[in-house]
């Protein structure tokens, strides 16, 4: 079964070679819901120099990723970050994600966490506010699927919250 | 009377389906005629019609021309206050066959002048909060005083000219028109304070570092001409900031005065070297001319250190020429560390160069010069043998941006010398992109205001050749990594973009302004339809070929889209047409797979169908010639004992065989045991070859490759028949991910459920 795509080198390019136009401050977040597995799987792509930007201003300037002086601590803020900045409900009620674990590639940090023992639902409200402290330009889009079903969010500072139905007959 | 019956009997087969469909359809409304929508069509619709100035083989025509602007210019470089005055005479020569009224020159600094209205086009909204900085700017009406100040437009008799500023563009009244074949001298005297380029990310201005000195990286200084074409009259389109520049080649003689303790570089030859080089940077130079494997440097870490300390009160004057160039820029900087070595091109020698503060190294020392060569090398064998005598690579601060053989380059290692491998790939890569930029557009001079894809594809397209390049000349440079890890070109790095969201898709042909997502569209999309055709396509030999004929037909010209799609077709007798429609037309995307196989064995028993048609028409069994019939495995007519047949027993097969063929020739038939009806279906837009890769049982492998021609009557699905001796176990289309297929899934028969990009990752995790 195909995943959804997203568009993470492309639709974000964080230095234009040759045109150094403004960078683009955008991530991707994809959530896909697996009934079989009453599993909630989450991937957020993100920038790896926004993202030792806002960690090293909020945690610890010596803090590094994906270099030879990344230590485990850098992690640990990692995980803390995101876990305080992606926050997600289903029929109303927030679900606690677990953190997974985390990958290079490239230039961006792929983050990955779930959700278990959740039961079929109706909506979903995803808040994604990370990198918001860092920058009022970020936008942070949100890929959902459910069964067959695919929803897209564009979050960003002014709208930190979005709200997805999924109808029944797709279940 | 019997050929014509048996004609009729095939005739019949082949009909039948196309009958029972139009007496289904008999009951439905008439559908409405079309125009021709085929995705084979011709693009007569969206090119021009080929005329005296451009032929239709994609060359110059006949009367192409193109305009000639010269440049005298003195600038001036107050270092304490970051300011640039300057004074300039430009010289236009209309080759044009009109009569032009007025000249258009560009002021491209007036898009951080007060007034900018590139601020006013980009919508934003209200933030719950705002930096400090940004409010004030935002605001409050401070900010940088940036823009051209111009003091006087005047004649080459002294007299003042009529002018009219329309934010960065300049109107230059002349007193009677210029006819073809006309020079007009005219000079403009100005100033501007030159901005912090890393706070803005202009292309050029200053950093500060942390001793306080600055490093100027300088560019569009000063007032230039705007192109006039028979394409476009006066490209004189607004400058917004994002979408880049068009600019008519010329000779330019500039003489720039900076404080004598500063280095200096830039476009052009430099006129007064022993006036400005010390003795024993005379002797390295001679050195470096003669180093064709290692950079010789010519200013020294220690001596840009030791430079840094002081602040002359005195001046020099630099002094550049340079012919057939479309534009100028330098750098400088009383911190810079300087080397360069020899490269062969052709039978010249060219100096490859790099400009760098000590806070670039170890990383610039190391590897610069030698990117800068290896690229040179790489463009050359894909285009021309790179014309100008050198190309400098200066060391700025986030800057990614290039000018006639200078450019300026990011990629800064950590305070204590350290650096990831994204921050040594990042200024491999941009070196090499920048460096690039001397082909295109700096000597295949396309108009970057309107058509970016023309110099930032093509050249991306390029750079992705020069980095697998270089990955081979220096292992080293790249280990543990066995070939260059490219980002962009690839087929499969682009697929995530081709599959977004349509809504905020544009074709590549869209002006640079327009676009969604600048990268992508303008940089990695045309790379990567670039290297398709190349590698899929048209193949290297009659691609290159094609390529090399556009790079020299439009080597210091003004080439459009047009003249490129012509070239590759006229150079290489592949239509073309369908491709550049899709690709750089649509906002289309690729989706082929598999939708089913049948599988089918050899009788001579009559079927099913064949029996329906034949009652149908009220034919007899022995009005029909001799026939082999197929039968689909599980359908009415199947029994098992098919499965163990061979051709030997089809009676008919066998009586044809002994009554036309040759007994020699009957030992080279085939002899296939099984028959496969495979259809093929693309659910995306874009047709593209079918590369199907057949398994059979015995584990062997066969590759064929159905040209996209074979979607011409059908752009939903088409069928093939395999007959093979062996059995089929799988078919895979587009095995090794080079059409950029967005959605795979559909791919392989039979089908096979792939791990998701998360379950993946988990049982990675686990097994840790």
């Known amino acids: 079964m195909k995943f959804f795509y997203l568009s993470i080198f492309l639709l974000a390019w964080p230095v234009f070679t040759a045109a150094t136009a403004h960078k683009f401050y955008v991530s991707t977040t994809k959530i896909e819901y697996v009934e079989e597995k009453q599993s909630l799987q989450v991937i957020s792509k993100i920038f790896i120099d926004d993202m030792e930007d806002v960690l090293q201003k909020r945690y610890d300037p010596k803090l590094s990723l994906d270099t030879q002086k990344e230590r485990p601590l850098d992690e640990e803020y990692l995980k803390k970050y995101v876990l305080q900045k992606l926050k997600i409900k289903v029929d109303g009620k927030e679900i606690p994600l677990h953190y997974l674990g985390r990958e290079y590639e490239n230039d961006v940090v792929k983050i990955f966490m779930e959700a278990s023992s959740i039961q079929p639902f109706k909506t979903m409200e995803v808040g994604n506010s990370l990198l918001f402290d860092l920058t009022t330009q970020q936008q942070n889009i949100v890929h959902a699927k459910y069964g067959d079903e695919r929803q897209s969010l564009v979050l960003d500072a002014d709208n930190p919250n979005g709200l997805l139905n999924f109808n029944e007959t797709s279940k | ?768």
């Open chain 2, 1 to 768: 009377m019997r050929l014509f019956k048996y004609a009729s009997v095939v005739l019949l087969f082949f009909f039948a389906g196309t009958v029972i469909a139009q007496d289904s359809e008999d009951k439905t409304e008439r559908k409405p005629g079309h125009y021709n929508n085929n995705r084979f069509k011709q693009l007569y619709e969206e090119f021009s019609t080929p005329n005296m100035y451009r032929s239709p083989n994609g060359a110059p025509g006949p009367n192409y021309y193109q305009q000639q602007a010269d440049y005298k210019i003195n600038i001036e470089l107050d270092d304490k206050n970051a300011r640039i005055y300057g004074e300039e005479t430009i010289t236009y020569t209309n080759n044009s066959p009109d009569n032009l009224e007025y000249l258009w020159v560009q002021l491209d600094q007036n898009v951080r002048a007060k007034d900018s209205k590139s601020p006013l086009i980009e919508p934003d909204g209200a933030f719950p909060a705002e930096l400090a900085s940004d409010f004030v700017g935002k605001y409050m009406g401070a900010g940088f005083d940036g823009g051209f100040k111009i003091d006087w437009v005047k004649d080459s008799n002294g007299n003042p000219l009529p002018h009219t500023v329309n934010r960065t563009m300049m109107r230059v009244e002349m007193p009677k028109s210029l006819k073809t074949g006309e020079k007009y001298s005219f000079s403009v005297k100005w100033w501007y304070n030159i901005p912090d380029h890393t706070i803005d990310r202009a292309r050029s201005g200053y950093e500060v570092f942390e001793d306080g000195n600055k490093g100027y990286v300088i560019a569009q200084f000063y007032p230039r001409m705007c192109v006039y074409s028979d394409v476009e009259g006066w490209q004189n389109s607004q400058f917004w900031g994002r979408d880049e520049f068009a600019l008519p080649f010329g000779t330019f003689d500039v003489s720039i005065t900076v404080p004598s303790d500063h280095v200096l570089d830039a476009t052009g030859m430099l006129q007064n070297r022993k006036e400005v080089f010390s003795k024993t940077m005379m002797d390295r130079y001679e050195r470096a001319k003669k180093s064709y494997n290692t950079p010789v440097v010519i200013v020294t870490q220690e001596e840009a250190e030791a430079a840094s300390k002081g602040f002359a009160t005195t001046k020099k004057t630099w002094k550049f020429h340079a012919d057939m160039v479309r534009d100028f820029g330098f750098a400088t900087s009383r911190r810079f560390i300087w080397d360069m070595m020899a490269v062969k091109i052709g039978n010249r020698d060219i100096m490859a160069v790099s400009v760098y503060p000590p806070e670039g190294n170890p990383l610039w020392g190391e590897w610069s010069t030698k990117v800068v060569a290896s690229t040179l090398k790489s463009y050359s064998r894909m285009t021309f043998d790179y014309p100008y005598h050198k190309a400098i690579s200066v060391h700025a601060k986030n800057q990614g941006m290039e000018y006639p053989m200078i450019c300026w380059n990011y990629g800064r290692p950590d305070k204590d010398g350290s650096y990831s491998e994204r921050t040594k790939y990042g200024m491999f890569g941009v070196i090499i992109h920048e460096v690039g930029h001397n082909f295109f557009p700096m000597i295949v001079n396309s108009d970057e205001r309107q058509w970016t894809w023309m110099d930032e594809g093509i050249n991306t397209f390029v750079q992705y050749v020069a980095e697998q390049d270089f990955g081979q000349s220096y292992p080293e440079a790249i280990a543990p990594n066995k070939t260059y890890p490219s980002q962009r070109g690839p087929a499969k790095n682009i697929v995530d973009y081709m599959a977004g969201d349509q809504d905020r898709l544009a074709p590549i042909m869209t002006k640079g302004l327009n676009t969604y997502n600048f990268g992508a569209n303008a940089y990695s999309k045309p790379a990567t339809a670039l290297n398709i055709l190349r590698e899929t396509i048209m193949g290297r030999d009659l691609f290159d070929y094609s390529f090399r004929t556009y790079a020299q037909r439009w080597m210091f010209k003004h080439p459009t889209p047009e003249d490129f799609f012509r070239t590759m077709e006229d150079a290489s007798a592949i239509d073309l047409d369908w491709y550049w429609r899709e690709w750089f037309y649509t906002t289309d995307y690729v989706d082929i797979g598999v939708e089913g196989v049948k599988k089918y064995y050899v009788t001579s028993k009559m079927n099913k169908e064949v029996k329906e048609l034949i009652a149908a028409r009220g034919m007899k069994e022995s009005d029909l010639p001799p026939l082999v019939y197929l039968v689909e495995e599980g359908s009415e007519d199947f029994d098992e004992d098919m499965k163990s047949g061979t051709l030997n027993d089809v009676v008919t097969l066998q009586e044809y065989i002994m009554d036309n063929i040759d007994p020699l020739d009957r030992a080279t038939l085939k002899n296939p045991k099984y028959f496969y009806e495979v259809t093929f279906e693309k659910p995306g837009g874009i047709p593209m070859p079918i590369i199907a890769e057949y398994t059979y049982s015995d584990g062997s492998k066969e590759r064929i490759t159905y040209p996209a021609q074979i979607w011409r009557k059908n752009d939903q699905s088409v069928g093939k028949v395999v007959a093979s001796e062996k059995e089929i176990v799988k078919i895979v289309v587009d095995p090794d991910e080079e059409t950029a297929d967005i959605d795979t899934s559909n791919n392989t028969w039979p089908k096979e459920e792939k791990a998701g990009e998360f379950e993946t990752f988990k049982n990675k995790i686990k097994g840790e």
